[in-house]
Nanobody
Framework: QVPLIESGGGSVQAGGSLRLSCQYSIPTFSDYSLGWFRQSPGQVREFVAAIKWSGGGIIYADSVKGRFTISRDNAKRTMYLQMNSLKPEDTAAYFC???????????????????WGQGTQVTVSS
């Protein structure tokens, strides 16, 4: 299966914005969901946001609510994470993930996802 490919990471000052992109493959199953996670050195992988293929089922981690927006464009097979009002604590490698199958809700658990990208680094300086 075609791997997930993230892009858009970089360095920004606190209060700035970045938009991450993730190119994904359409799984054999008709239903799937996508998610963003992040990981800092020495830390566990942390949930950021998730969305179903239909565009519904959006959930966010409390730490990013009101600042980050997840979206997807199925025609382009691309998922986005618009990150505004960035803080130094947002510094991490950001990973996109794909979960195949029909589920009533999106999942915040990394173990539920089947495919992962290589990650893109986001660094926020104070």
């Amino acid at each position: 299966q075609v791997p997930l490919i993230e892009s858009g990471g970089g360095s920004v000052q606190a209060g700035g914005s970045l938009r991450l992109s993730c190119q994904y493959s359409i799984p054999t199953f008709s239903d799937y969901s996508l998610g963003w996670f992040r990981q800092s050195p020495g830390q566990v992988r942390e949930f950021v946001a998730a969305i179903k293929w239909s565009g519904g089922g959006i959930i966010y981690a409390d730490s990013v609510k009101g600042r980050f927006t997840i979206s997807r464009d199925n025609a382009k097979r691309t998922m986005y994470l618009q990150m505004n009002s960035l803080k130094p604590e947002d510094t991490a490698a950001y990973f996109c993930a794909e979960r195949a199958g029909a589920f009533s809700r999106s999942s915040p658990y990394a173990a539920d996802y089947d495919l992962w990208g290589q990650g893109t680094q986001v660094t926020v300086s104070s």
